[in-house]
C-alpha cells in the first residue's frame, strides 16, 4: 500500500506520461486524464485489492473475470491514456509501450479495448454511458457467487447526461449493490464547454440520492489525501444496502496550468512547445518511457 | 417430396422457454434477464427453478445489455431477454460496444420477431434487426423457425462461447421438427433434396416452403429446400453445392430484403457463383396491424409467393 507522499510522486509521473503519449500522436484527451489521474493512481496503487501474483514474463497476472478482487471500469474511456499509463506503471504491461497509443497495430487503442487483449482492460468504452450498467453487472455477479471484492466505477459528469446512466442508477439500489462504489468526475467541463451551459445536470449528487445511493463529498479530486479519506469512507458505507457514489470535484487538466480552468483541452493535443512548458511541471519521478 | 406433418401448433418463444428451463436444471452458470416481458419471453419456469439467477431489469433495456456484458465478464452465460425491436435497434450501440466488440459471452434472446408480432403494428414489428445483427462482426445470428428448433438452438447456444443473437416469434406454428434433434451452430438442415430450384428459408418461412415444395411437386417442380437457422455464420457450403445442382435459388425470410439472409446468399453467390435468385421479403416498407395471417399473405410472405417465384426464377436460368 502507497503513502500519500508516494502515491504523489507516483502520479507526477502518470501525468508525465499522458501529455506524453497524446503528443506523441497529436490526439487523444489530456483534460480529464490530468484530472482523474489523481483517483485513477490511489485505486489503483493503494486501495484496491487485485492479484499481485505475477507471470512469467514479469508481469501481473490479470484475469477478466477478477475473482476475490476489486474491479476497475472506466466508462468514460476517452481518459485512456490515464488508464493506460496507470496499467503499465503498476505493472500489467511494459510501460515502453505507452509509445504506440493511438498508431497502428496497437494494444492501446484510442479508446480501451479487449479486442487486441491488453491486460488490464474488461470491457471496451468510449460510447458513453455503459460503464455504470457494465459494473454493475460486475457487481450482482460478485453478490451471486459470495466474492467480496469491490468494483469500482469513474464516469464523466458530462457523460450523467446519458439516458442508460439514469437506467443503471435505478437499478443498483434496486438489487442493493453496495459493493459498488461509482466516482463521478464532476469537473464541470465538456467537450463544447461548461456542463451547465451545454446542459445543465443540475445537483448530481441530489439525483443520486434521490435514486437510493449513499454519497461521498470529494471536495478536491487532484489532493491525493482528500481522495484516500473520500475512497476510505465510501469502502466503510459498502455493506448497507446502497450502492455507493464519490461526488468527485476536479480540475480538468490538474497539473498543466495552462491546460486548466477551461474545456479547450479535453481532446487537444499539446505542440512542442506546450509539451515542453508542461513537462517543466511535472517532475520525472519514475523514469519515462 | 419428403413428407412433414404436424400434430399440434405451438409458438417458438415457448420452445426458448423450454429450453431455458432445461438450460437451468444443466447449465449453473446460464442466467436469464429480462425487460418486463417475462410473461411474453416465456420465462416463468426458469425463474420458478432458478430465482437467484434471474435478474428483472425493468424497461430498461440499455442498462440490461450492459449488466448481461458484467455478469458474462464475471463467468456467467446471460440471456438478455426482451422484444426484438428493443433487443436490437433500441440498443445497437450498447451491443456494439460492450457485447459485440468486447466480445462478452451475452445470449440476445429475443421474441415478437417480424410482421406475425401481429396487432401491435409497425412500432413492434422489427424487420430490420438481421440486418443490423448480420453486420456486428463476431455476432452469431440464428432464427429458428419452430418450437424444437427453437428449443435446441437456446439449449445449443450455452455451450457456444461468444455473443450471439437468437430471434423467435410471438404467433403458434406448425411444429414439424424432430424434438430430439441436434442443433449445429452454423449448419444448414436439409429438408428436401430437390433438382430444380433451390429454396432457402428461414424461421416462419419455414414451414411456407414445406407447403410451396408440395404445390410445386403437383406441377412436376422438384424443389430443394434448404433450411437455413443460423444466418451468420451462414453454411456456404450448402447452399453453394446446392445451387451447383439446381442452377436456381429462391430466399425466404421475414425480414427486409435489405439485409437479411437474401442478402447474404446474393453476397455468396455473386462471389463465388453468379446464379438467377428471387427472394421474399418484405421490400422497403413497414408493417401495420392486422392478424398474422394476413400480414404474412398481405407482404408476400407465405407458400403462394414461394411458389410464384420459384416459376419466375426457373425461367430465368
Known amino acids: 500500500m502507497k503513502s500519500v507522499n508516494e502515491l504523489n510522486e507516483i502520479v507526477s509521473q502518470v501525468r508525465r506520461d499522458i501529455v506524453r503519449m497524446v503528443h506523441a500522436c497529436q490526439s487523444g484527451h489530456p483534460g480529464g486524464s490530468l484530472g482523474c489521474a489523481d483517483v485513477v493512481t490511489t485505486l489503483y496503487f493503494r486501495e484496491m485489492k487485485i492479484n499481485e501474483e505475477k507471470g512469467s514474463d514479469g508481469f501481473l497476472k490479470f484475469s477478466p473475470s477478477g475473482e476475490g478482487e476489486d474491479l476497475f471500469f472506466l466508462s468514460n474511456g476517452h481518459i485512456s491514456p490515464l488508464f493506460y499509463s496507470v496499467l503499465a506503471r503498476r505493472g500489467y504491461f511494459a510501460v515502453s509501450e505507452l509509445a504506440t497509443f493511438r498508431k497502428i497495430n496497437s494494444r492501446l487503442q484510442g479508446h480501451p479495448a479487449t479486442h487486441e487483449h491488453l491486460p488490464g482492460i474488461r470491457v471496451a468504452s468510449g460510447s458513453l ?161 | 417430396m419428403k413428407k412433414y406433418t404436424y400434430t399440434e401448433k405451438k409458438d417458438t418463444r415457448s420452445g426458448f422457454g423450454a429450453g431455458m428451463a432445461e438450460l437451468g436444471k444443466t447449465h449453473p452458470k446460464v442466467m436469464a434477464l429480462c425487460a418486463d416481458l417475462v410473461a411474453s419471453l416465456k420465462l416463468d419456469a426458469f425463474i420458478k427453478d432458478n430465482p437467484e439467477r434471474f435478474v428483472q431489469c425493468g424497461i430498461a433495456e440499455a442498462n440490461m445489455i450492459g449488466v448481461s456484458a458484467g455478469l458474462a465478464i464475471s463467468g456467467f452465460v446471460p440471456y438478455a431477454t426482451t422484444f426484438a425491436n428493443f433487443g436490437s435497434g433500441r440498443v445497437y450501440d450498447q451491443i456494439r460496444q460492450s457485447v459485440a466488440y468486447s466480445n462478452t459471452n451475452v445470449k440476445i434472446a429475443v421474441s415478437h420477431a417480424g410482421l406475425t408480432l401481429g396487432e401491435d403494428g409497425a412500432t413492434h414489428q422489427i424487420l430490420e434487426d438481421l440486418a443490423m445483427m448480420r453486420a456486428m462482426p463476431g455476432m452469431t445470428v440464428i432464427n429458428p423457425c419452430d418450437y424444437n428448433q427453437t428449443k435446441a438452438a437456446t439449449i445449443a447456444l450455452a455451450d457456444h462461447v461468444g455473443p450471439a443473437y437468437l430471434r423467435f416469434g410471438r404467433p403458434v406454428v406448425p411444429v414439424f421438427t424432430a424434438a430430439d434433434q441436434k442443433f449445429e451452430i452454423g449448419k444448414a438442415w436439409m429438408v428436401n433434396e430437390g433438382k430444380d430450384v433451390t429454396i432457402v428459408a428461414t424461421g416462419h418461412l419455414v414451414w411456407e416452403a414445406i407447403q410451396a415444395g408440395e404445390l410445386l411437386e403437383q406441377e412436376g417442380i422438384d424443389a430443394e429446400i434448404i433450411n437455413i437457422h443460423t444466418i451468420k455464420p451462414l453454411d456456404e457450403e450448402a447452399i453453394l453445392k446446392s445451387v451447383a445442382k439446381t442452377g436456381c435459388v429462391v430466399t425466404a425470410e421475414e425480414h427486409q430484403l435489405n439485409g437479411g439472409l437474401g442478402d447474404a446468399v446474393c453476397q455468396l453467390l455473386s462471389r463465388n457463383k453468379p446464379t438467377p435468385v428471387e427472394m421474399i421479403g418484405v421490400d422497403n416498407s413497414f408493417g401495420e396491424s392486422g392478424t398474422p395471417a394476413q400480414l404474412m399473405e398481405k407482404y408476400g410472405l407465405n407458400a403462394a409467393s414461394i411458389v410464384a417465384k420459384v416459376k419466375k426464377v426457373m425461367s430465368r436460368k
Open chain 1, 129 to 289: 454511458g455503459q460503464g455504470l450498467s457494465v459494473a454493475a453487472g460486475a457487481a450482482k455477479a460478485k453478490k451471486i457467487k459470495g466474492d467480496d471484492g469491490t468494483v469500482f466505477v469513474l464516469m464523466g459528469d458530462g457523460e450523467q447526461q446519458e439516458g442508460q446512466i439514469w437506467e443503471a442508477a435505478q437499478f443498483a439500489p434496486h438489487y442493493n449493490l453496495d459493493n459498488l462504489i461509482a466516482i463521478v468526475d464532476w469537473n464541470k467541463q465538456q467537450i463544447d464547454g461548461p456542463t451547465d451551459k451545454v446542459m445543465n445536470n443540475r445537483d448530481i449528487k441530489a439525483k443520486y440520492e434521490a435514486f437510493g445511493w449513499a454519497t461521498v463529498d470529494l471536495a478536491d479530486g487532484n489532493d491525493i489525501q482528500q481522495v484516500v479519506d473520500a475512497v476510505t469512507k465510501a469502502k466503510e458505507l459498502r455493506g448497507k444496502g446502497q450502492p455507493i457514489a464519490i461526488l468527485m470535484k476536479s480540475e480538468m487538466g490538474f497539473g498543466v496550468d495552462f491546460m486548466m480552468h477551461t474545456h479547450k483541452w479535453h481532446g487537444t493535443a499539446p505542440n512542442d512547445e506546450q509539451l515542453a512548458k508542461a513537462l517543466e511541471q511535472l517532475p520525472q519521478t519514475l523514469g519515462d518511457y
